[in-house]
């Protein structure tokens, strides 16, 4: 079945890159995502990356996607108290298809 | 700013209640998804509507239902309200198949 695995937590020093993993399991999957949510409010798309790139550079994210491994990363550049939030992994199989979603990282900056 | 509104943003019921929840979206914006999620997990894909008609759904039970309008806007109905059903939904649209999805802010549902 459809799953999207990522970790639960992480914590990284201000003004440090964060990297944030995530893996899943459909071979259809043609996009993948990364959703940021901020305490009460709701989804914001940071970016976004087709199955047939390797990565995509936007500002300070970068993503990388190792589509032999199933596996998806987000690296934020100079992490700022701005970007403590939960970021959400996910994927769908065309553009507005259904978005299935991993349970979220949540990230906590450090002074 | 996403263009997709929804309302109320926040509600409480009552077990064995009926809801429904509203979404507005961008002129142009065919698709619309709506998703829920469960606190500390992430969204669950309810279903999706295209051009008013349902387009796929989820491992939703049939109490919840959707309508989606001419003019862009959608709802999201529940009946039978159980203490499971707390959960903030969110709404999602795009037009056609060429752009991303976006979502709205979502309404915070309270079951007591």
């Known amino acids: 079945g459809e799953d999207v695995e990522q970790s639960l937590f992480l914590s990284v020093r201000e003004g440090d890159s964060s990297v944030i993993n995530c893996t899943y399991t459909?071979?259809?999957?043609?996009?993948l995502y990364w959703y940021k949510q901020e305490p009460g409010a709701g989804l914001q798309l940071l970016t976004y990356?087709?199955?047939?790139?390797d990565m995509k550079q936007d500002q300070r994210l970068t993503v990388l996607l190792n589509k032999k491994d199933k596996h998806l990363s987000l690296r934020i550049a100079d992490t700022q108290t701005g970007d403590s939030a939960i970021y959400f992994c996910?994927?769908?199989?065309?553009?507005?298809?259904?978005?299935?979603f991993g349970k979220g990282t949540r990230l906590h900056i450090l002074p | 700013e996403t263009g997709v509104t929804q309302s109320p943003t926040h509600l409480i019921k009552t077990r064995g209640q009926q809801v429904t929840l509203r979404c507005s979206s961008q002129?142009?914006?065919?698709?619309v998804s709506w998703y829920q999620q469960a606190l500390g997990q992430g969204p669950q894909f309810i279903f999706q509507?295209?051009?008013?008609?349902?387009?796929g759904r989820g491992n939703f039970p049939p109490r919840f239902s959707g309508l989606q309008f001419p003019n862009y806007s959608s709802e999201l109905n529940v009946n039978a309200l159980e203490l499971d059903d707390s959960a903030l939904y969110l709404c999602?649209?795009?037009?056609?198949?060429?752009?991303?999805?976006?979502f709205g802010d979502g309404t915070r549902l309270s079951i007591l």
């Open positions: 996910a994927e769908s199989e065309e553009r507005d298809d259904k978005i299935i």
């Open positions: 002129s142009g914006h065919n698709t």
């Open positions: 999602a649209s795009s037009r056609d198949r060429d752009q991303p999805q976006h």
């Open positions: 990356i087709f199955s047939n790139m």
């Open positions: 509507y295209y051009r008013e008609e349902e387009n």
């Open positions: 459909d071979s259809s999957s043609t996009y």
